[in-house]
């Protein structure tokens, strides 16, 4: 007989008087229920946002990124910040579901299937940006490697941005991979109780013919704990590798040895951010709080200002070796062109100060951690800071290079800049309106597997052994 | 393809399961399946089934992954084509470190996948006999092959008397094959709950 028992220490990760059936009810109602009517104008806004995207990248097509206010000087702006933003976002869900899998924490089972799914949509966003700005992007194939007849020429594999693309590609194909295999059991949970002729066939199509044999559990077991593994150095090495496009170059604020473990903490700490925005909205829009526990929000939240510090040391020991290395370029980019409020771009160093470092510190307080209107404004705030960090990393330290004739003027996106970032948000939310109408957005077998130790209803049945001596515990329940 | 017979137990909670399975075991029967909603830990063991090598067959496709890497960059870079970066070495190993790594995880990744569905008999349109619609949902549906010897009532009673809650003869096909889920009959589906 299975013992399973958990200290009372632990919050409960299921509210409420829940059994197996009545989680499947739960979280599959959404589905078979029709959407309400925040559901379609969320959903129209998050259409029309992507049309605008699209014509947005129509006109970059049509007439070169020329429309946009990229110069010679200052050659990535809007479009790389996004795209490191988008990635950096993009690094919660893997890390919820890989890293916290193999730390055996609990409390990832409510939140990991959505903050994967999450992880997918804003690669797909965070892709657009490389490619689009390639300009000529029915070109975009010459970045494989691939035997051809101009040469053959290969691609330099001794490229940062070359290793971007594996990462990313490689990054999201594994996600999905992971994502996927890990919703076919849920799929098959939907397609069995499905009522309408329609619904059975298309959930019978994409669940894959599963039907929860146990061999195949075990193989399922087996196979989501080596993608954990294989995720979790991933996850790591893909910001690393995105914060090489920049360490690797010899631009005064780029060239820092600091990048890789700074960037890869800023990730999980807009990511963490996003998933705290969308769980927010999704246990409310889906009541969904006995699943999406404060004690989630809470966990969350400790993770944020954890990371939100370490990206506030690193910005400090910029600032430092600013000044410790006497290198007057360094000293110039980082105490005048960031850190000097009245500098032309003074301004985007000191909200990034503002949102990431000070702001998020306000989670030091146990009431503020579970306080959802808290929560949600500083999640907003936080990708806000998130989103000026890589401003700065990259306008500050391109617009003053080493000539001063080749200064530029003050660099300001024009609207198709604007216009093709509220796109990538179009194609998120829409993606992940779709995602939350049409596929359980907590992964139910999961939750299933901890109920009996961590549902509220089952931890309060442990009282009593919580007073028996550990001999005698140990005795009655030794195998 | 032939058609089996067999018994069906249907369990609602994992700690009567455990017991009944080595009852079941211990009685001669032979187990041709536990379908569970989620995956029980033990189950296998107790069924007497042998570890999974999924996780080695990861890890050959993930060497696979990084001898195509180091094969084909070194080939490309310091044989087909040596191009001259500044003068530095044609055979540059750390800075193919990154792609190399990356290329381990894909082949390993994709690699195991692959093998999961295949070995598991998964992928779109395929079709399977599902012996309880709430297999996936909360109960744990224990079924047992028929020989020619065994007594399907009898088997019946023996499984009622360990705890099973709902027990049925069925004859079905074992493997699978290209079909549709909205051409089933639906024998449970009446017994189910459905909220909108």
């Known amino acids: ?479 | 393809m032939a058609k089996k017979k067999f018994v069906v137990g249907c369990f609602d909670d994992e700690a009567v399961l455990f017991p009944a399975v080595k009852k079941v075991r211990t009685s001669g029967y032979k187990i041709h399946d536990v379908y569970t909603p989620f995956a029980v830990h033990g189950l296998d063991h107790a069924l007497g089934l042998r570890e999974t090598s999924l996780h080695t067959a990861g890890f050959i496709y993930g060497i696979t992954g990084t001898a195509t890497a180091l094969g084909s960059i070194s080939w490309i870079l310091a044989k087909d084509w040596p191009l001259n970066f500044g003068g530095k070495p044609h055979f540059a190993l750390p800075a193919w470190i990154p792609i190399t790594f990356e290329l381990t995880v894909l082949f390993s990744a994709v690699g195991m996948v692959l093998t999961f569905c295949y070995l598991c008999q998964l992928a779109p349109f395929v079709k399977k006999h599902h012996f309880h619609a709430r297999a996936t949902d909360d109960l744990f549906v224990m079924v047992i092959e028929c020989t020619e010897k065994t007594n399907a009532d009898d088997l019946k009673a023996f499984l009622a008397s360990n705890g099973a809650i709902e027990t049925d003869i069925q004859v079905a096909e074992e493997g699978w094959w290209l079909g549709r889920y909205d051409k089933d009959e639906h024998p449970f589906q009446n017994k189910q709950t459905v909220v909108a």
């Open chain 1, 1 to 479: 007989m299975h013992l399973k028992y958990e200290s009372q220490l632990r919050e409960p990760l299921v509210n409420g008087d829940k059994n197996y059936h009545q989680v499947t009810e739960d979280i599959v109602r959404p589905i078979e229920a029709k959407p309400s009517r925040l559901w379609y104008v969320g959903f129209y806004i998050a259409v029309a946002l992507l049309l605008f995207g699209v014509y947005s990248i129509y006109r970059d097509v049509t007439y070169g990124i020329g429309q946009w206010n990229l110069n010679k000087t200052v050659g990535w702006g809007w479009d790389i910040t996004n795209f490191v933003w988008w990635v950096g976002i993009g690094h919660a869900g893997t890390l919820i579901s890989a890293i916290l899998l193999l730390f055996r924490q609990g409390w990832r089972t409510g939140v990991n299937r959505a903050a994967e799914a999450m992880t997918i949509f804003a690669v797909m966003c965070a892709g657009q940006f490389p490619i689009w700005h390639m300009g000529r992007v029915w070109m975009a194939f010459f970045v494989l490697p691939y035997p051809n007849t101009r040469g053959p020429l290969w691609v330099n594999f001794n490229s940062p941005l070359l290793w971007d693309v594996f990462a990313i590609s490689t990054y999201f194909t594994v996600s999905l991979l992971f994502w996927y295999s890990g919703l076919i059991p849920d799929l098959a949970t939907v397609r069995d109780r499905a009522f309408t002729k329609l619904r059975k066939r298309l959930y019978g199509i994409a669940s894959f013919g599963w039907t929860g044999s146990t061999k195949h559990w075990q193989r399922h077991e087996s196979l989501s704990l080596v993608l954990a593994g294989l995720s979790t150095p991933l996850v790591l090495s893909v910001h690393t590798i995105v914060s090489f496009d920049f360490a690797t170059s010899v631009i005064p604020g780029w060239h820092t040895t600091i990048f890789p473990p700074y960037f890869v903490a800023g990730a999980i700490f807009s990511g963490f951010a996003m998933v705290q925005t969308l769980m927010v909205i999704i246990r409310k829009v889906f009541q969904m709080e006995d699943y999406i526990t404060l004690g989630h929000i809470e966990a969350m939240n400790k993770v944020i200002v954890l990371t939100g510090s370490i990206v506030g040391i690193a910005y400090l020991t910029e600032l430092f070796m600013g000044w410790y290395s006497q290198n007057k370029y360094e000293g110039y980019t980082f105490w005048y062109s960031r850190a000097y409020l009245f500098s032309p771009y003074g301004w985007s160093y000191w909200g990034m100060m503002a949102c990431n470092v000070l702001s998020p510190q306000i989670f030091w307080f146990r009431k503020m951690r579970r306080n959802l209107f808290v929560t949600f404004f500083m999640s907003i705030i936080v990708n806000i800071g998130m989103w000026f960090e890589r401003f700065v990393i990259i306008v500050t330290s391109l617009y003053r290079d080493y000539l001063p004739s080749s200064w530029s003027v003050y660099y300001s996106p024009t609207i198709w800049e604007i216009g093709f970032y509220a796109g990538t948000f179009g194609l998120f939310f829409t993606c992940f309106f779709l995602f939350a109408k049409y596929m359980p957005v907590i992964a139910v077998a999961e939750i299933k597997y901890v109920l009996k130790t961590s549902g509220e209803n089952f931890k309060g049945k442990m009282d009593k052994l919580e007073e028996e001596g550990v001999e005698k515990f140990a005795h009655d329940h030794a195998h």
